[in-house]
């Protein structure tokens, strides 16, 4: 049995091809409407699975097409994350047979991929299903840049595993900062078996986090089928969970860049060490004069933003190795001026963020970074 699936982002196609491939079909991918037009006529498919939102020609063009244009009655699932009323009535009206939204697991792909044309002879069908039970196509494609300094005994490579591996539609980003230590063999081993969602950005010199992310920002924005590019700390002080909604919040909205907030409130599990609260606070006063915006916390480590600036934010070195991030929020407000950055960019609260052991920022650091902020005030005056 034979399976056109058709959609403009790799992460997606190469799930689909690899998982209805284990289940025993026969699996062909196209990364556009035009594409998919064309090998439809040569491959011959039992079934098309085509998502909605393309560039040129989209999944609604190729329902229309294989209909009128082709007067096929192949069976159609539309898979998409564009759940509009109108856009789901228009694709059954146009000859659909099925619609799934993302996100959406493979287990559920599956079924209705039997259900349409029926098993493959596969006696390891039934058994393969629960493989995949828990493994998601998310509504968008999303990279993540995980900056990695000496950090062959912190990474917590099963959380990293666990993750990649449920959640079809991330591509993880680890940038080596020059580490001294086995962090690149780490990454390595992390990486294998899972090349095309997991890549690693290795800086033969430390430069500092803020260039480490740069570099890796840089990096994945080259890739075209990301629609949003964010940054975590390797030490997962905040989880993936709330990563995740801070991707749920930015996908639905307006916003450029949605930031995490370590703010202390009822229902969170927010930690740091008493000093450091004393010194935070003291720091972020200063940030606020600095950046002429009301910043609950702008220095957390969880940062989601859309791709479209990307290159402009990141373009130019940092002049800090530590508070990058007050200089992308400083260059935000340049670009596009002070009320239309507030408007751009969303603080969302985490429900849970903990300070672990081991960071590599100081508490002499710390202190150093008031300096940094005097030289970031007269560098973007």
């Known amino acids: 049995m034979k399976i056109l699936a058709i959609d403009d982002q790799q992460l997606i196609t190469l799930s689909l091809e690899k998982h209805l491939g ?29 998502d909605i939102n393309m560039d040129g020609m989209s999944g609604l063009d190729v329902v229309k097409i294989i209909r009128e244009v082709k007067k096929s009655d192949v069976p159609i699932l539309v898979m998409s994350g564009n759940t509009r009323e109108d856009i789901i009535v228009c694709g059954f009206h146009l000859g659909a047979d099925d619609y799934m939204k993302k996100p959406v697991s493979l287990n559920e792909i599956a079924a209705r991929v039997k259900r349409i044309i029926g098993a493959p002879k596969n006696p390891n069908f039934q058994s393969s299903k629960d493989k995949f039970k828990t493994k998601m196509l998310q509504e968008n494609c999303v990279g993540v840049v995980i900056p990695c300094y000496n950090e062959e005994e912190r990474l917590l490579s099963k959380e990293f595993i666990d993750f990649i591996d449920s959640n079809l539609g991330y591509h993880l980003c680890f940038v080596n900062d020059g580490s001294k230590d086995n962090t690149l063999e780490v990454l390595e081993k992390l990486r294998e078996g899972r090349e095309d969602y997991v890549s690693i950005y290795n800086c033969k010199v430390n430069g500092g986090k803020g260039e480490a992310v740069r570099q890796g920002m840089l990096n994945l924005v080259k890739d075209q089928q990301l629609d949003f590019i964010g940054f975590l700390d390797a030490d997962l002080s905040t989880d993936f969970k709330d990563f995740d909604d801070l991707v749920k919040t930015i996908s639905t909205s307006e916003f450029k860049i949605v930031s ?11 930690t740091k060490e008493s000093a450091r609260k004393i010194i935070s606070k003291t720091i972020n006063i200063i940030i606020r004069k600095i950046l002429g915006m009301s910043f609950n916390d702008t220095q957390c480590g969880a940062k989601i933003m859309r ?57 002499k650091d710390s202190i150093k970074i008031v300096g940094q902020l005097a030289q970031i005030a007269v560098h973007y005056r």
């Not at 998919?36 to 699975?49: A, E, R, S």
């Not at 995490?260 to 927010?270: D, F, K, L, T, V």
């Not at 200089?327 to 751009?344: L, P």
């Open 260 to 270: 995490g907030s370590r703010m202390s409130r009822m229902g969170a599990n927010i």
């Open 307 to 363: 791709r479209d600036i990307v290159t402009d934010i990141f373009k130019e070195k940092f002049i800090t190795r530590w508070i990058f991030d007050v200089e992308i929020f400083k260059r935000m407000r340049i670009k596009y001026g002070k009320e239309e950055a507030i408007s751009m960019i969303c603080e969302q609260p985490l429900k849970k963020w903990i300070h672990a052991d081991g960071s590599k920022l100081s508490m």
């Open 22 to 50: 284990d289940l025993g079909y026969n699996v062909k991918t196209a990364q556009n409407g035009l594409e998919g037009v064309k090998l439809f006529d040569t491959y011959k498919p039992d079934l098309i699975i085509v």
